[in-house]
T-cell receptor, first 112, second 113 residues
Framework: DTAVSQTPKYLVTQMGNDKSIKCEQNLGHDTMYWYKQDSKKFLKIMFSYNNKELIINETVPNRFSPKSPDKAHLNLHINSLELGDSAVYFC???????????FGPGTRLLVL | GEDVEQSLFLSVREGDSSVINCTYTDSSSTYLYWYKQEPGAGLQLLTYIFSNMDMKQDQRLTVLLNKKDKHLSLRIADTQTGDSAIYFCADPDGDTGRRALTFGSGTRLQVQP
């Protein structure tokens, strides 16, 4: 009965590689988000989709591309990975953009 | 833009009360949130308060909101070692069509036995 799930939980990869992180929610929510948590635990919004439409696109390198195949899924694809991309990436969802957000367990990305 | 600030560290003894403070700048939000992050884990929604309330109590948790001073606090009564975690204050910012959460830096609560 997992509400917001992410795969993989851990991802270790080399610089220059391309990788994807997947997120799924079974809450019937319309809005989904990606946040990045750096090594100092600072959390910052990256993207948000509402009904499969991009509504927030913060200052993120265009190597990061979100994709929402349907309302229940929001995937994050990262091209040409860099050392500075190492972080924990959290997916979240809410019923509507202005409502409470529920977070997934996070994906710990380490770029070597 | 929105700014949310918290102190970074709090140490208490088991059984004492803990008070974690937060200040924010965007006063247009309908809700303000507290999230908890245990080591190596995700973000767990702990509690939230409507902006038209001054106080909300939920078992050992008490949230106080001072809208005039833009100050939010979380009090944990009878703090237990299992409460050791990072606590994030979060304020939704932007217009109602967006509402990304702006997080404070997190307060690391250490509970000593």
């Amino acid at each position: 009965d997992t509400a917001v799930s992410q795969t993989p939980k851990y991802l270790v990869t080399q610089m220059g590689n391309d990788k994807s992180i997947k997120c799924e929610q079974n809450l019937g929510h319309d809005t989904m988000y990606w946040y990045k948590q750096d090594s100092k635990k600072f959390l910052k919004i990256m993207f948000s989709y509402n009904n499969k439409e991009l509504i927030i696109n913060e200052t993120v390198p265009n190597r990061f591309s979100p994709k929402s195949p349907d309302k229940a899924h929001l995937n994050l694809h990262i091209n040409s990975l860099e050392l500075g991309d190492s972080a924990v990436y959290f997916c979240a969802s809410s019923r509507l953009p202005q409502e409470t957000q529920y977070f997934g367990p996070g994906t710990r990305l380490l770029v070597l | 833009g929105e700014d949310v600030e918290q102190s970074l560290f709090l140490s208490v003894r088991e059984g004492d009360s803990s008070v974690i403070n937060c200040t924010y700048t965007d006063s247009s939000s309908t809700y303000l949130y507290w999230y908890k992050q245990e080591p190596g884990a995700g973000l767990q929604l702990l509690t939230y308060i409507f902006s038209n309330m001054d106080m909300k109590q939920d078992q050992r948790l008490t949230v106080l909101l001072n809208k005039k001073d833009k100050h939010l606090s979380l009090r944990i009564a009878d703090t237990q070692t299992g409460d050791s975690a990072i606590y994030f204050c979060a304020d939704p910012d932007g217009d109602t069509g967006r509402r990304a959460l702006t997080f404070g830096s997190g307060t690391r609560l250490q509970v000593q036995p």
